[in-house]
Nanobody, 122 residues
Framework: QVQLAESGGGLVQAGGSLRVTCVAS????????IAWFRQVPGQERDFVAE????????SYTASVKGRFTISRDNAKNTVSLEMNSLKSGDTAVYYC???????????????WGQGTQVTVSS
């Protein structure tokens, strides 16, 4: 069973950049599609980006396209999300998730990390 752990969150000013990373243990991340979701207290957990098992395909929600980049290093069992031109609306807890289906639906993902807080100050 895969365990996921996010790191790299923090406080950044609007317009700044931040990189969050998801490290897998207990299994090989190359066997899974990986997605990032984010959640604001009191709201649903929303899809942000996903990357296919080989990294050949990526997908982003419209609000982050052109600003965020998802990447993976299967040899290191990690997936990263590079976030640029951050806005206050990007403030949320960011979660990585692993699953066997290519999907923007959180129910398609079997394994989740605990999340890392990203706060963008305006």
């Amino acid at each position: 069973q895969v365990q996921l752990a996010e790191s790299g969150g923090g406080l950044v000013q609007a317009g700044g950049s931040l990189r969050v990373t998801c490290v897998a243990s207990g299994g090989f991340i190359r066997n899974y599609d990986i997605a990032w979701f984010r959640q604001v207290p009191g709201q649903e957990r929303d899809f942000v980006a996903e990357i296919s098992r080989t990294g050949a395909a990526t997908s982003y929600t419209a609000s982050v396209k052109g600003r965020f980049t998802i990447s993976r290093d299967n040899a290191k069992n990690t997936v990263s999300l590079e976030m640029n031109s951050l806005k206050s609306g990007d403030t949320a807890v960011y979660y990585c998730a692993a699953g066997k289906s290519w999907s923007t639906n959180l129910n398609a993902y079997d394994y989740w990390g605990q999340g890392t807080q990203v706060t963008v100050s305006s």
